[in-house]
């Protein structure tokens, strides 16, 4: 038996889009995610590693390079804000 998706991530990830559960955008995601199990681990992980970051700018300057390799490690380099 194929798991189930966690619609509770789902309806997440569609108010982080701005999308309602009932969209078409957010019921691709609810199709993606039954394709993609592992989506749900990449998310989570990403997340985590975006609130840590948010953490350490608040309470320090963080050099310029492991900001950089952050950014490229999640392919994020193309949003980073200069300065």
Not at 20 to 44: A, W
Not at 53 to 63: A, L, N, S, T
Request: proline share 4%; aromatic share 8%.
């Amino acid at each position: 038996m194929k798991p189930k998706h966690d619609v509770e991530l789902q309806k997440k990830i569609c108010q982080d889009f701005g999308a309602d559960i009932g969209s078409e955008l957010c019921q691709e995601v609810g199709s993606f995610m039954e394709e993609c199990p592992e989506c749900k681990v990449f998310y989570d992980t990403m997340q985590r590693s975006v609130k840590l970051y948010r953490v350490i700018e608040d309470e320090c300057q963080m050099p310029d390079e492991v900001s950089d390799r952050l950014f490229k490690v999640l392919n994020l380099d193309n949003l980073k804000k200069d300065g």
